[in-house]
């Protein structure tokens, strides 16, 4: 039964690399409940690099760079203190932090048009939200691959159409996921044993990101939105109460 839970994520990883991205942390709860939270976060990273790879080859024209290149200074530094973090946390310290964070960026999207037009109008070229989102994107993804939700915050409000806000968080996690490797290697939490069992779940990968291309193409983008973030608020609620 375990097997065919696996087996599943591994379809849902290309599903939502090529369709519902912040899908992926349900993947990520789930894999922290198979597995120590610690160690799941190094097996999970090389299967998001294949859905990452087919994401951005399909999606290779949909990318909007100027919001990527924004990010990229701040993203390093959340890597950074998420690489001293990941030190020394304990697995069931990790799973909390995670959920809390995405859960706190869910409540800003929900709320923000509450917060006065003016805010609204501004926080898309803000510089604080930029460097906020960066830092927590970096950082997320560093101590859990859990940066799907702030992402997904990110693109949200900057009202991407659904293949540009798949295509630019496809090179975006490309981006961070290949950065994050020696940094997971030096903690012992990618090796030898755990690369062999990512390669026994790379075509259930492929066959979720061929699906999820076909869904996106068919799927309003109201209901693309609300998508994202039930997903999101689910994986994190999950996580928090563990």
């Given at each position: 039964m375990?097997?065919?839970?696996?087996?599943?994520?591994?379809?849902?990883?290309?599903?939502?690399?090529?369709?519902?991205?912040?899908?992926?942390?349900?993947?990520?709860?789930?894999?922290?409940?198979?597995?120590?939270?610690?160690?799941?976060?190094?097996?999970?990273?090389?299967?998001?690099?294949?859905?990452?790879?087919?994401?951005?080859?399909?999606?290779?024209?949909?990318?909007?760079?100027?919001?990527?290149?924004?990010?990229?200074?701040?993203v390093l530094i959340g890597i950074v203190?998420?690489?001293?973090?990941?030190?020394?946390?304990?697995?069931?310290?990790?799973?909390p932090m995670v959920g809390i964070l995405v859960l706190a960026l869910i409540i800003l999207h929900i709320s923000r048009e509450k917060l006065g037009e003016k805010f609204v109008e501004m926080l898309p070229e803000s510089k604080v939200f930029t460097i906020s989102m960066g830092v927590l994107a970096g950082f997320t993804t560093m101590i859990g691959n859990a940066a799907g939700g702030v992402m997904a915050i990110y693109l949200l409000v900057k009202g991407l159409p659904k293949k540009e806000f798949v295509g630019t968080g496809a090179w975006f996690f490309l981006f961070v996921n290949v950065i994050k490797i020696p940094f997971y290697i030096s903690l012992g939490i990618i090796t030898m044993e755990s690369v062999q069992f990512n390669l026994w779940l790379i075509p259930a990968i492929l066959i979720g990101a061929l699906i999820g291309v076909k869904v996106i193409k068919i799927m309003p983008q109201n209901v693309f939105q609300i998508l994202v973030l039930v997903?999101?608020?689910?994986?994190?609620?999950?996580?928090?109460?563990?």
């Open positions: 375990e097997w065919i839970i696996i087996v599943f994520c591994g379809f849902l990883i290309g599903f939502a690399k090529a369709g519902v991205a912040s899908m992926g942390i349900l993947v990520v709860t789930i894999f922290m409940m198979i597995f120590p939270a610690r160690e799941s976060v190094g097996i999970l990273l090389p299967l998001l690099i294949v859905g990452d790879l087919f994401a951005v080859t399909y999606y290779r024209r949909n990318v909007v760079w100027r919001y990527l290149f924004s990010l990229v200074p701040w203190l998420g690489y001293f973090v990941l030190d020394f946390v304990t697995s069931e310290q990790l799973k997903f999101a608020a689910l994986g994190a609620i999950r996580l928090i109460i563990g």
